[in-house]
Nanobody
Framework: QVQLLEAGGGLVQPGGSRKLSCTAS???????VGWFRQAPGKEREFVAF???????YRADSVRGRFTISRDDSKNTVYLQMNSLKPDDTAVYYC?????????????????????WGQGTQVTVSS
């Protein structure tokens, strides 16, 4: 049984940094992994993605501030968040899927992922 566990959320001041981790158990994380976030009253939105080969993609709203990386030896994917803004406040989720995809931008769509973590809250406030 595959489980994803996020960690690293918390309260951070505007302009600060935070590093989230997503660790998999039950299966080797040799697949693409996405980060999404959901703020109160809003839909879940794509944040970043890293392919099994290490290629990365980020949403325009976080480009230049957030970095996604992976450590396959630890079965873990990270999201380094810098220059945080109050608008970044949300529950952050990691997601993975091992299925075959038929279009190149599938990673931006939450419905394309079968496995999700429980989420970790990030609050940006002074």
């Amino acid at each position: 049984q595959v489980q994803l566990l996020e960690a690293g959320g918390g309260l951070v001041q505007p302009g600060g940094s935070r590093k989230l981790s997503c660790t998999a158990s039950g299966r080797t994380l040799t697949t693409g992994v996405g980060w999404f976030r959901q703020a109160p009253g809003k839909e879940r939105e794509f944040v970043a993605f890293i392919s099994d080969a290490g290629r990365t993609y980020r949403a325009d709203s976080v480009r230049g501030r957030f970095t996604i990386s992976r450590d396959d030896s630890k079965n873990t994917v990270y999201l380094q968040m810098n220059s945080l803004k109050p608008d970044d406040t949300a529950v952050y989720y990691c997601a993975a899927d091992w299925g075959t995809k038929t279009f190149s931008t599938w990673y931006r769509m939450a419905r394309e992922y079968d496995y999700w973590g429980q989420g970790t809250q990030v609050t940006v406030s002074s």
